[in-house]
């Protein structure tokens, strides 16, 4: 797991969001050599008895996996651990206390609850390497908060307070819908709430990312807005975009 590495070192990372569940798509993603995937169960359709194809598909590129939960529940964290998740991203974190329960469900005893198997992806099957894997999960495993509503941006400081939680990220759709500005991501109200959140979260040492990129334009006005993680696209929506722009293309010059 390199992504606290690349951080601490100053590196912004690039990364995208997977939601079609497919191992084949999460594979040519990871093979261009892109920092991280967002495996997403909370909006694709993936289930949990074959989260380690996905993990494989990216691994097998030295490409982190980071896997984001539904919700803020202890088992679902313990799965897609042991099935070789670099990190996991919590939604709907709005307090300490949210933060807390799921980055406590993330370490293993003394740091936190995680229960141990060492007979699984994580464990690398066998009881043998158990203390050198419980003390580098416990170093590497990287853990990132969604805020996503006014509660959680008031809440910001507290939060950040969580010194197992490594980075924020904020949704600017889910913020916007609560700011009274739906969908509209750029509007001013969205970018200072964000802005105003994002310095308290970096004057902890938290790592983060906000918004997300659909051009060269959308990624450089990110970089520029200084986060640290870089989200880049949709799976679903670049895919679609393609063929869409293909059938343009088709249409309105290839027939003439």
Known sequence: NKLKEKLQAGEKLIGTWNTISSPAIT????????DFLVID?????????????????????????????????DWLFLQALDQGAHGLICPHISS???SEKFTS??????????GYSPYTKAGKYT???????????????????????EEGLKNIESICSDKKLDAVYFGSYDISH??????????PIVIEAINTAKVIAKKHGKF?????????????????QDFDIIMYGVDSYLL?????NMLSTFKNKVKE
């Open 27 to 34: 594979e040519i993603i990871a093979s261009t050599g892109i």
């Open 41 to 73: 169960f909370e909006h694709g359709p993936f289930d949990l008895s074959n989260l380690t194809n996905y993990t494989n598909s990216c691994l097998g590129h030295n490409v982190s996996p980071i896997v984001r939960l539904p919700s803020n529940q």
């Open 96 to 98: 300490l206390k949210d």
């Open 105 to 114: 469900s993330t370490k293993y005893h003394p740091e936190g609850s995680r």
């Open 127 to 149: 009881h043998k390497e158990s203390e050198s894997n419980i003390e580098s999960s416990n170093e590497d495993i990287f853990n990132m908060a969604i805020i996503e509503s």
């Open 178 to 187: 609560a700011l009274g500005v739906p969908a509209d991501i750029k509007n």
């Open 208 to 224: 983060t990312g906000g918004f997300v990129a659909f051009d060269n334009a959308d990624m450089k006005w990110q970089y520029e």
């Open 240 to 244: 679609k975009r393609e063929y869409v």
